[in-house]
């Protein structure tokens, strides 16, 4: 057994979410108290790339806006901080502003409970459904691939990602920068194609 080479594992391609895809899933949250909740939680997962576990676990006390920060407990009960943006910030709050409770979680369900893993889950792609988006698996985890790519796409380097992401290695990271300048090398053929510039 020694001898032999494990198999491969697949690598596909990773698609994240569109700029058009994100405006039509925020179009379909409006402005209902669970309308809100669904808004801030899709800008704080494409401004973070928090796990869904780590959405989930999210508590009132773990925010602050002032240093615009939120503290996650990620893998392995390591605990990290990450940044949100002010336009997250803004959607969380009014989130916020709807609740009457004395829960200790970011996020409630329409029963007032604790939103669970399954249950972000079930919103998000209940969200995609209503959306009418096709191409793309609409769920937490590829919010977390728009964030990273995103993040790469707008100058953030490889060590940034990751911390943010909370990998433990880069390894992980870099299946995301491959992604993305797979994708990239596909627009930059229509400059190169040897078939084209032959113009045989």
């Known amino acids: 057994m020694a001898t032999i080479k494990p198999p491969r594992t697949e690598q596909k391609v990773i698609r994240p979410f569109t700029k058009q895809q994100i405006a039509d899933l925020l179009t379909t949250c409006g402005d209902s108290p ?7 939680m899709i800008l704080t997962m ?5 796990r869904v576990s780590e ?10 806006f002032d240093k615009e920060t939120i503290i996650v407990m990620g893998k392995g009960a390591k605990q990290r901080i990450v940044r949100i943006g002010h336009k997250t910030q803004e959607s ?10 004395e829960c200790p979680a970011l996020w409630l369900s329409t029963t007032g409970t604790d939103l669970s893993t399954e249950g972000i889950k079930v919103v998000i792609r209940e969200l995609g459904k209503r959306a ?5 698996r ?3 985890h590829t919010f977390r691939h728009t964030f990273a790519t995103q993040s790469l796409i ?23 920068t491959a992604s993305l300048r797979s994708e990239y090398a596909v627009q930059e053929h229509k400059k190169f194609s040897p078939v084209d510039n032959m113009r045989l």
């Open 34 to 40: 669970t309308g809100l909740r669904n808004r801030a």
């Open 46 to 50: 494409l401004d973070t790339g928090l």
């Open 55 to 64: 959405m989930a676990a999210i508590q009132l006390k773990d925010m602050d």
């Open 92 to 101: 969380i709050l009014r989130y916020l502003l709807t609740r009457q409770d």
């Open 132 to 136: 009418g988006l096709t191409g793309v």
């Open 138 to 140: 609409c769920s937490p």
């Open 154 to 176: 707008n100058g953030a380097g490889e060590f940034e990602v990751q911390s943010l992401l909370g990998h433990s290695t880069l390894t992980m990271t870099k299946r995301y």
